[in-house]
């Protein structure tokens, strides 16, 4: 299967802890996304990366998070400090540049965190 | 600013007869407009998109959905439920300020779809 793949699926951790997620696009994917769920809610954008580049970041997204995607190919999430209210769903999407139209996101089937 | 609301937060049929899910947007500019769905576990799947051709949009699965910009909506619907039709099922909308820009989807707060034999 070659579709956007993440890790870990689950985390549980304790306030004050860091936690990185990974996010594999699908192969040739230049453009990468991350979004969060929280229950019972839709996912909320939190930032783009085009390549390596980081062109855009939610105000969702405070000084504790930072993500990464170096060589343009995977990319990381990580969250500093943690809060209660960092548990949700943190979902990766990735897709291709294209020309003309709007792009077609596939999205990865998430990090499910939660902090205790 | 852009923004979409789904008018119902669940809805139940039973296999077999129509589904409607509703949705109105907000935006702007010229939209783009997406159905997601999600089951258990599972990622989200795109059903269908609406890129400005034309109105009625045919996705996968039997689901279509028509696009009124007089009434700003883009409802959702299929003409026999199945029972594997049951999940959560969001609106999206998005634009783009440039032809072939990116897109930061921006997600109404789902409709849960139940299927009753």
């Known amino acids: 299967d070659t579709g956007v793949s993440q890790n870990p699926r689950h985390k549980i951790t304790k306030r004050g802890q860091n936690v990185t997620f990974r996010c594999d696009p699908i192969?040739?994917?230049?453009?990468l996304y991350w979004y969060r769920q929280t229950l019972g809610q839709g996912p909320e954008f939190l930032t783009y990366?085009?390549?390596?580049?980081?062109?855009?970041k939610s105000r969702l997204l405070s000084d504790r998070f930072s993500a990464e995607r170096p060589k343009g190919s995977f990319s990381t999430l990580e969250i500093q400090r943690t809060e209660q209210g960092d548990s949700a769903m943190y979902l990766c999407?990735?897709?291709?540049?294209?020309?003309?139209?709007?792009?077609?996101?596939?999205f990865g089937p998430g990090t499910r965190l939660t902090v205790l | 600013a852009q923004s979409v609301t789904q008018l119902d937060s669940h809805v139940s049929v039973s296999e077999g007869t129509p589904v409607l899910l509703r949705c109105n947007y907000s935006s702007s500019y010229s939209p783009s407009l997406f159905w997601y769905v999600q089951h258990p576990n599972k990622g989200l799947q795109l059903l269908l998109k609406?890129?400005?051709?034309?109105?009625l949009v045919k996705g996968i699965n039997g689901f279509e959905a028509e696009f009124k910009k007089s009434e700003t909506s883009f409802h959702l619907t299929k003409p026999s439920a199945h029972m594997s039709d049951a999940a959560e099922y969001f609106c999206?909308?998005?634009?783009?300020?440039?032809?072939?820009?990116?897109?930061?989807?921006?997600f109404g707060a789902g409709t849960r779809l139940a299927v009753h034999p």
């Open positions: 990366f085009q390549n390596e580049a980081q062109l855009e």
């Open positions: 609406y890129t400005s051709a034309a109105t």
């Open positions: 999407a990735s897709s291709p540049r294209t020309r003309g139209t709007t792009d077609t996101q596939y």
């Open positions: 192969s040739e994917h230049n453009r």
């Open positions: 999206v909308v998005t634009f783009s300020m440039f032809s072939g820009g990116y897109n930061k989807l921006i």
